[in-house]
């Protein structure tokens, strides 16, 4: 059973250039995860989808990132413009059911270096 | 606001001994706890998950321990080896979310095992 996929791993840009991510999440997963993860830090929650719901966009930057999962399946996280301080790993995670206590499955990430 | 706490300064050991990690956690009782690895450039993984009402709960060499009224919970790897070296995230979920997978991480400790 293929993982969550991320794309792309890897991605240098200068700032004031718009960047978007793109995540598959495991089959059947319905709800959706970005978490953003810097350096020596743990991952900290951006934005969660149930289904196509982001039921929790409390913590995402909403004048610079956005985020969509329009039929409920893989979903793109955009930041326009890009700012030095957003180099960071975004991880989507997926995870089984909705309203649960469950493990979550992460993607490898997507790495930004904002020059 | 929630507050967890894990030791920032790596944790160095000598094969075949046992790794012991801490993750404590400050202002509410968390109804389960949850520990991954993640490798250096990969996503977490997920490892254990132990309810409030579990004092303790083992996986091959793992063993956590959950103890709400230090608001503490201990990871151990027996019999260590250097393939076990990894950084460890401690994840409880979100003050008022029990039930909806929403998670907040530890930064992690950074387990090294040497040969």
């Known amino acids: 059973e293929a993982g969550v996929v991320q794309s792309p791993r890897y991605k240098i840009i200068e700032k004031k250039q718009p960047v978007a991510f793109w995540c598959n999440p495991i089959?059947?997963?319905?709800?959706l995860y970005w978490y953003l993860q810097n350096l020596g830090q743990g991952p900290e929650l951006l934005i969660r989808?149930?289904?196509?719901?982001?039921?929790?966009d409390s913590q995402l930057p909403k004048d610079r990132f956005s985020a969509e999962r329009l039929k409920g399946v893989d979903s793109t996280l955009k930041i326009q413009p890009a700012e030095l301080g957003d180099s960071a790993v975004y991880l989507c995670?997926?995870?089984f059911g909705t309203g649960r206590a469950g493990e979550l499955f992460f993607g490898e990430g997507s790495r930004l270096t904002v020059l | 606001s929630q507050k967890i706490e894990q030791n920032s300064e790596a944790l160095n050991i000598q094969e075949g001994k046992t790794a012991t990690l801490t993750c404590n956690y400050t202002?509410?009782?968390?109804?389960?706890l949850q520990w991954y690895r993640q490798d250096p450039g990969r996503g977490p993984v997920f490892l254990l998950l132990?309810?409030?009402?579990?004092k303790e709960k083992r996986k091959e060499r793992l063993k956590v321990t959950f103890d709400t009224t230090l608001k503490q919970s201990l990871f151990h790897i027996t019999a260590s080896q250097p393939a076990d070296s990894a950084t460890y995230l401690c994840?409880?979920?979100?003050?008022?979310?029990?039930?909806?997978?929403?998670?907040?991480f530890g930064q992690g400790t950074t387990l090294q095992v040497k040969p």
């Open positions: 989808y149930e289904n196509e719901e982001a039921v929790d």
């Open positions: 202002n509410y009782s968390p109804a389960y």
């Open positions: 132990i309810r409030e009402n579990e």
């Open positions: 995670a997926s995870s």
């Open positions: 089959s059947g997963h319905n709800t």
């Open positions: 994840a409880l979920p979100s003050a008022g979310s029990s039930n909806t997978g929403k998670l907040i």
